[in-house]
Each structure stands twice: as structure tokens, then as C-alpha cells.
């Protein structure tokens, strides 16, 4: 068993990947949990093999998944939690496409410690630890240096650019999308894309691993009001996420309008 909690994520994402792909495009069974939130057997089944692995090698450690009944009194009594997502992206999973991911962290004190991201199908394996550098199959990551925002191309739902989200209009930006949060904010530490925003409640979940990766890259990684990320929450969620390198993050986050004014 990997020394390392870093070491532990990549061994378990790996064997994560391996029981999703023999549900992938093989026509698995699909429930809505309501909101037409789906979560397909492929999730389940690796929710357990994560959990089952994961706390056998760190017994004392607290557990927040989304398809995991929350022990709150549990997690938050813990020094460390593992804060997992088995397979973020279900919709495109679901639908035979390549974008999805597993994206499996350790959180220590509200701040995330180590984290991956894996896409099995595309075998592209993030990585990052607290301080050490964030790295693509092993290349070290640095995210984009562009500063304008005009221009910048920024990986966000088509909803992040509704009029009332903006000061003084919508900037003229290039949106792009992903089926995956987690492989969004991956993409902004890979140096991909300059920005990427998610303005409305985020999951602890689907953000937890990206974000480590991106600030390890060197993103400003905040949620929508500017406030630095804190994980492991009673609520579970973020007031959104907004993740580029410092001078574009500042810039953008003088044209947003905050949560608290948007009343």
C-alpha cells in the first residue's frame, strides 16, 4: 500500500477506472435522484470499491462522497477526509463519451492536501500535492498567463453568463465547455483554457481535487465572492468557483457581481 495519501488516490483512481470501464458503453442501469441528477450502477459500484479501499488504508479518516449517505458528526470529527466524486461527468458517462473522470482528495483543516484526477478513456491522470507541484502524466502543469479579459477563452455553463451575474455587461469571452468540473478546473491548471467559472452552489465533490490542481499549477482558485475555498462543510457546497492565474482572476472578479449583491 503507497506510503503517501497522494500515492494511495493515483493506486485506487487507477483500479476506479478499471470498473467503470466495464460499464462504459455497456448500456448501464441509470436512476434519477431527482432533478434530473442521474446516477447510473457504474457510480455506485465504484463508490464502494473507492470507499472499501481508501478507509481500509486510512481507518481514521472521515468520508464525503456524493453517492454516499453523509455521516456529518463523523467527517467533521476527523483530522483528514477523503472528499471523492466516483465518477463526475455521469451524464456523459451515460452516454458513451469520453469526458469523465474520477476525482478522488484529501482534505486536511478545510484545505485540500492531495488530489487526483483521472479520465480513464483519455488516460490523462492529474495529480497534485500540498506544495509540490500539480503534473499530467506526469508533466508539470502551469496555467495560462493571459491578464485581459476580453478575449480569454474560460471553460463555464452557458448560465455563468447570464446578464444579472455581471457589473457592466457580459465580457466578450470565449466560453468553451466540459461535461466534467473536476476536468474543467484540471484544464485551467494544464494551461488549456484562462479561466473557468461555475457561479451558481458547488459541490464539495466535483471541486475538491480540481482545485488543489489548479492552485498548485498557480491559479487563484476562490468561489464567486472572492472568498478562499474551505472543504469539508456541514453545507457541502461552495458559493461557485472562479479559478485563473492571480492578475485574470482579479480582473474577472471585479466585473462579477457577488452573491451577496445579487441579493
Given at each position: 500500500?503507497?506510503?503517501?495519501?497522494?500515492?494511495?488516490?493515483?493506486?485506487?483512481?487507477?483500479?476506479?477506472?478499471?470498473?467503470?470501464?466495464?460499464?462504459?458503453?455497456?448500456?448501464?442501469?441509470?436512476?434519477?435522484?431527482?432533478?434530473?441528477?442521474?446516477?447510473?450502477?457504474?457510480?455506485?459500484?465504484?463508490?464502494?470499491?473507492?470507499?472499501?479501499?481508501?478507509?481500509?488504508?486510512?481507518p481514521?479518516?472521515?468520508?464525503?462522497?456524493?453517492?454516499?449517505?453523509?455521516?456529518?458528526?463523523?467527517?467533521?470529527?476527523?483530522?483528514?477526509?477523503?472528499i471523492?466524486?466516483?465518477?463526475?461527468?455521469?451524464?456523459?458517462?451515460?452516454?458513451?463519451?469520453?469526458?469523465?473522470?474520477?476525482?478522488?482528495?484529501?482534505?486536511?483543516?478545510?484545505?485540500?492536501?492531495?488530489?487526483?484526477?483521472?479520465?480513464?478513456v483519455?488516460e490523462?491522470?492529474?495529480?497534485?500535492?500540498?506544495?509540490?507541484?500539480?503534473?499530467?502524466?506526469?508533466?508539470?502543469?502551469?496555467?495560462?498567463?493571459?491578464?485581459?479579459?476580453?478575449?480569454a477563452?474560460?471553460?463555464?455553463?452557458k448560465?455563468?453568463?447570464?446578464?444579472?451575474?455581471?457589473?457592466?455587461?457580459?465580457?466578450?469571452?470565449?466560453?468553451?465547455?466540459r461535461?466534467?468540473?473536476?476536468?474543467?478546473?484540471?484544464?485551467?491548471?494544464?494551461?488549456?483554457?484562462?479561466?473557468?467559472?461555475?457561479?451558481?452552489?458547488?459541490?464539495?465533490?466535483?471541486?475538491?481535487?480540481?482545485?488543489?490542481?489548479?492552485?498548485?499549477?498557480?491559479?487563484?482558485?476562490?468561489?464567486?465572492?472572492?472568498?478562499?475555498?474551505?472543504f469539508?462543510?456541514r453545507?457541502?457546497?461552495?458559493?461557485?468557483?472562479?479559478?485563473?492565474?492571480?492578475?485574470?482572476?482579479?480582473?474577472?472578479?471585479?466585473?462579477?457581481?457577488?452573491?451577496?449583491?445579487?441579493?
Amino acid at each position: 500500500m503507497p506510503a503517501t495519501d497522494l500515492g494511495l488516490l493515483e493506486m485506487v483512481a487507477r483500479e476506479a477506472g478499471e470498473i467503470a470501464r466495464k460499464y462504459w458503453r455497456a448500456d448501464p442501469k441509470v436512476w434519477d435522484k431527482g432533478s434530473n441528477d442521474p446516477v447510473s450502477e457504474a457510480d455506485l459500484a465504484v463508490d464502494r470499491h473507492l470507499r472499501e479501499r481508501l478507509m481500509a488504508a486510512r481507518p481514521d479518516y472521515g468520508w464525503l462522497s456524493e453517492e454516499t449517505e453523509d455521516d456529518p458528526a463523523a467527517r467533521k470529527s476527523a483530522r483528514r477526509v477523503f472528499i471523492v466524486d466516483p465518477i463526475d461527468g455521469t451524464r456523459s458517462f451515460v452516454a458513451g463519451e469520453k469526458t469523465w473522470a474520477h476525482s478522488l482528495a484529501v482534505v486536511e483543516g478545510g484545505r485540500v492536501r492531495a488530489a487526483c484526477v483521472f479520465l480513464p478513456v483519455r488516460e490523462k491522470l492529474y495529480l497534485a500535492a500540498k506544495g509540490a507541484g500539480a503534473s499530467l502524466n506526469g508533466a508539470r502543469l502551469t496555467v495560462s498567463g493571459r491578464e485581459q479579459v476580453d478575449g480569454a477563452t474560460v471553460l463555464s455553463p452557458k448560465v455563468s453568463f447570464r446578464e444579472e451575474y455581471w457589473q457592466d455587461g457580459v465580457p466578450p469571452v470565449k466560453r468553451h465547455f466540459r461535461p466534467s468540473l473536476a476536468y474543467r478546473m484540471a484544464l485551467i491548471g494544464e494551461g488549456r483554457f484562462d479561466a473557468m467559472l461555475t457561479l451558481r452552489p458547488a459541490w464539495e465533490w466535483d471541486i475538491a481535487a480540481g482545485a488543489l490542481i489548479a492552485e498548485e499549477a498557480g491559479a487563484t482558485v476562490t468561489d464567486r465572492n472572492g472568498r478562499v475555498l474551505r472543504f469539508n462543510s456541514r453545507e457541502r457546497q461552495t458559493a461557485g468557483v472562479v479559478a485563473a492565474n492571480t492578475e485574470l482572476h482579479g480582473a474577472l472578479s471585479k466585473r462579477l457581481v457577488t452573491a451577496e449583491k445579487a441579493g
